[in-house]
């Protein structure tokens, strides 16, 4: 259904964060994803790591939403998103 057969699809180059910031004292992340497509959130406290998973999702529309409750108990907190190839 829409697609190229025999093409691969893959995700942008870049992902366009929409937001990052608090909801009730909770951190999210939204960005622009493909749907079905599964993704790994990863933070870490200090660069260059350790990373650890936050979550691990797969949207199933275009924009995904991860939320982090442990947001605010540290100084810094960095994040990546990594999309996972089947």
Not at 45 to 74: C, K, M, S, Y
Request: some cysteine.
């Amino acid at each position: 259904m829409g697609g190229t057969p025999g093409s691969i699809q893959h995700p942008p180059s870049e992902v366009t964060l929409f937001t990052t910031g608090l909801k009730d004292g909770t951190g999210r992340i939204i960005w622009k994803a493909l749907p079905g497509h599964e993704y790994i959130v990863q933070y870490c406290t200090h660069l260059p790591g350790p990373w650890f998973t936050l979550e691990t999702i797969t949207p199933t529309t275009t924009i995904a939403e991860v939320t982090d409750p442990n947001f605010l108990t540290t100084k810094q907190r960095f994040y990546r998103i990594r999309w996972v190839r089947w």
